[in-house]
């Protein structure tokens, strides 16, 4: 079995930046493409970002893309999120996602077996 945990949610203002993390711990060594999904208020769970086990591919979300950055650092059993430019559309309650594929390209959140408890991130206008 595998655990995912985010961090690094928070407030900020418009126009500025947040890291999220997500630490996995367990099986990790069975984990290859992790992605981010977020969940504004009301709405339902969009794809974010996605990366490769080695993270030589990304995939990003037109919504996100030029603004949001995601990294590994599998040493640490580690992904990371880093988000600029940040919108008061950006709010949400952003979840780490983790599958056994290699690749990257996965969107839909059936294409993910293990997930985190999610994080919130409120940018203020």
């Known amino acids: 079995q595998v655990q995912l945990v985010e961090s690094g949610g928070g407030l900020v203002q418009a126009g500025g930046s947040l890291r999220l993390s997500c630490a996995a711990s367990g099986r990790s060594f069975s984990i290859h493409v992790m992605g981010w999904f977020r969940q504004p208020p009301g709405k339902e769970r969009e794809f974010a970002a996605a990366?490769?086990?080695?993270?030589?591919?990304?995939d990003y979300a037109d919504s996100v893309k030029g603004r949001f950055t995601i990294s590994r650092d599998n040493s640490k059993n580690t992904v990371y999120l880093q988000m600029n430019s940040l919108k008061p559309e950006d709010t949400a309650v952003y979840y780490c996602?983790?599958?056994?594929?290699?690749?990257?390209?996965?969107?839909?959140?059936?294409?993910?077996?293990?997930w985190g408890q999610g994080t919130q991130v409120t940018v203020s206008s």
């Open positions: 990366i490769s086990w080695n993270g030589g591919s990304t």
């Open positions: 996602a983790a599958d056994w594929d290699h690749g990257v390209g996965k969107r839909r959140t059936e294409e993910y077996y293990y």
